[in-house]
């Protein structure tokens, strides 16, 4: 009697046992990794959002240009661990004070790049009102500068011609 | 040479012995096996239905969230996060206030996730963050918890508009609509006060009035214009310290009018 074949049998059998066991087990792997990526990606964007606000923050208190309605957007790219944020702002107005402006109005345009080629960018623009202000310390008198975002919304960048391609 | 025979081979009887043993062998692996990948099965099965829905609970949060990073002002009760959005009106200086709402629980069920409780609070360390807290247990007592984030990122500040659209050669009296609502001017709490204006090399004073009054909600009363009223002629103004609706404060500054 040959119970090598016996045995190949019952082995390919019970691996055939296994193998239907284990397909439910990745279709729900699947599913949770699927899940886990759509949330992932909506967090990525979220952060990207906060990280585009205070990106476009920054390049508006550290300006120096002259406030003239023309799109700065040669703003060095900034990487984050999902993506990359790709920066442009624009002064539409201001309110001049005796020396200088009080008020600057400013447009920005940060569009964000994930580092999944299957995500479309999104371009996070809004406003923002750059404001100059001189309180006194004691009887000296300092500048601050402040910068309040007024507006902001997602748009796809082919929406919006100023946002950085 | 004499050979034992019973040596030389299994007897038949040895064969179905050997056999018999092999197979209960093969049977309590194949049973313990599967008794093992169906424990692990069913936990996999238990835990991804859970963590589906958690996962689809925390997707969705985010998704309702990204309008209230838009906000202007917000406040949370009963777990619903009621806030306001002011946009602007084209063509003018003036805003419409939008009022809208989350409630993360009807959401949830509108999209049959019934099972996950939903806790809406602030942050104690920053007014402009809600934390909401999403947890479920399954039939095991096993607890699956995730926490999201909202962050407002508009400050609602009592601002000037880009254009003054006001005229200071004569004594005037001159409304302002402001970029924000604003609650009151600051420190103080009233809506009137007195502050300066600059011409040639004088200075004399101003009155600064809240107007345009609105409800926002049964105890606080918002301002949509700030009224300058001078005695003379100006090329400065100054524009004193007013609170807005997220408690943002802007600060006191001059602006050339001439």
């Known amino acids: 009697m040959n119970t090598k074949g016996l045995a190949l049998v019952t082995v390919m059998g019970f691996i055939l046992v296994l193998s239907l066991l284990m397909v439910p087990l990745a279709l729900g792997i699947t599913q949770l990794t699927s899940s886990t990526n759509v949330v992932s990606s909506k967090i990525g964007i979220g952060e990207a959002r906060n990280g585009a606000v205070e990106l476009a923050r920054y390049h508006i208190a550290t300006s120096s240009a002259a406030c003239q309605g023309e799109p700065i957007s040669n703003l060095p790219e900034e990487q984050l661990a999902q993506g990359s944020l790709t920066p442009a702002i624009s002064c539409t107005s201001s309110i001049p004070a005796f020396n200088g402006d009080a008020y600057r109005y400013w447009d920005f345009y940060v569009t964000y790049k994930s580092k999944n080629a299957a995500e479309n960018s999104v371009c996070f623009t809004g406003s923002a009102v750059e404001y100059f202000s001189q309180p006194k310390v004691g009887d000296i008198p300092t500048s601050t500068v402040a910068v309040y975002i007024t507006h902001l919304e997602d748009k796809h960048v082919e929406d919006e011609p100023n946002c950085p391609r | ?258």
């Open chain 2, 1 to 258: 040479m004499k050979v034992h025979k019973r040596i030389q081979g299994m007897t038949l009887l040895e064969v179905v012995i050997a056999m018999l043993l092999l197979s209960i062998l093969m049977m309590s692996v194949a049973f313990s096996g599967t008794s093992v990948l169906l424990a692990v099965k069913n936990r996999v099965d238990a835990s991804s239905t859970y963590v589906l829905a958690m996962n689809k609970a925390q997707a969705l949060v985010i998704s309702k969230g990204e309008s209230f990073a838009n906000s202007a002002t917000f406040n949370v009760t009963n777990n619903v996060i009621s806030y306001h959005n002011f946009e602007a009106v084209t063509g003018t200086n003036g805003f419409t206030l939008k009022t809208a709402s989350i409630d993360f629980k009807k959401e949830l069920n509108d999209a049959g996730v019934s099972n996950v409780a939903v806790a809406v609070t602030t942050s104690t360390t920053d007014p402009n963050i809600v934390v909401v807290n999403l947890s479920t247990v399954d039939k095991t007592g096993r607890r699956y918890e995730n926490t999201v984030i909202l962050r407002k990122l508009i400050n609602a500040a009592p601002l000037l508009p880009k254009k003054l659209r006001c005229s200071f050669e004569t004594p005037t009296t001159c409304s302002v609509p402001l970029l924000f609502p604003a609650v009151s001017f600051f420190p103080t709490t009233a809506t009137t006060t007195t502050g300066s204006v600059f011409s040639g090399s004088t200075f004399s004073t101003a009155t600064y009035s809240l107007k345009g009054a609105s409800d926002y909600d049964e105890s606080l009363t918002i301002y949509k214009y700030l009224e300058i009223e001078t005695s003379t002629s100006a090329t400065l103004v100054q524009i004193p310290k007013m609170k807005g609706l997220d408690s943002t404060v802007s600060n006191e500054l001059w602006v050339k009018v001439e």
